[in-house]
Structures are given as C-alpha cells and as structure tokens.
Nanobody, 125 residues
Framework: QVQLVESGGGLVQTGGSLRLSCAAS????????MGWFRQAPGKEREFVAA????????YYTDSVKGRFTISRDNAKNTVYLQMTSSKPEDTAVYYC??????????????????WGQGTQVTVSS
C-alpha cells in the first residue's frame, strides 16, 4: 500500500515557477516508478512527467519539455515537479501517481496503481 499526498500548488503568474511535492508513505516507494499527471476542467487526465525508481530515466510530455523537471528523493519518499516558465495552459489539478510493479510504459494512467488527491495549479495571464 502506498499513500500519496501532493503539496505546493497555488497561483502563479505567467512565466513564474512552482515546485510541487508528493510525499509517499509505504515501504515500496523506492521500487516504484513515479509520475505526474494533470487534469484541466472538462478535459481528460493527461500525462506530464515520469521518473524511474532509481532516477535513471525521466519522461516528459512535449508541452512541458524544457520547462518542467521531475526528480525524486528516495531517502525522503518524495517526488517533485519543478515548474518554470509557466503558461496559462498549465492550469490544472496536478496528481502524482505510483506505478504498478514492473510497469515500464509510464505515460498511461493505467500504468499507475496509487494516486494522490491532487493539488490545484493556476497560472494567471
């Protein structure tokens, strides 16, 4: 069992930065790949970024490449999403997720077994 709690969301101006955190409980965090997704009103939940369990590999959706950075600290059971050069279209509820064991295709919601409750990010124009 893994419980995930996101924090760090809020209101930011266009071009600004935010760092989202996701604190995990449970003994298997360090063995699970982790992902960030987002969902805007009226839209489906979409993949944002993912990181392998040893931080060897990272993945990003095209719209955030070069602007967002995913990282993790296994000693702290925490995964981060650093957002920079924010745009109004980044406005959404952001969710972190812990993958199924052995999962390697990390861009799909079905790859993840555990989800946080989400944190709202609003980018003002």
């Amino acid at each position: 069992q893994v419980q995930l709690v996101e924090s760090g969301g809020g209101l930011v101006q266009t071009g600004g930065s935010l760092r989202l955190s996701c604190a995990a409980s449970g003994r298997t965090f360090s063995t699970r790949n982790m992902g960030w997704f987002r969902q805007a009103p009226g839209k489906e939940r979409e993949f944002v970024a993912a990181i392998s369990y040893r931080s060897t590999n990272t993945y990003y959706t095209d719209s955030v490449k070069g602007r967002f950075t995913i990282s993790r600290d296994n000693a702290k059971n925490t995964v981060y999403l650093q957002m920079t050069s924010s745009k109004p279209e980044d406005t959404a509820v952001y969710y972190c997720a812990a993958s199924n064991s052995g999962e390697t295709v990390l861009t799909r919601t079905t790859a993840y077994r555990y989800w946080g409750q989400g944190t709202q990010v609003t980018v003002s124009s």
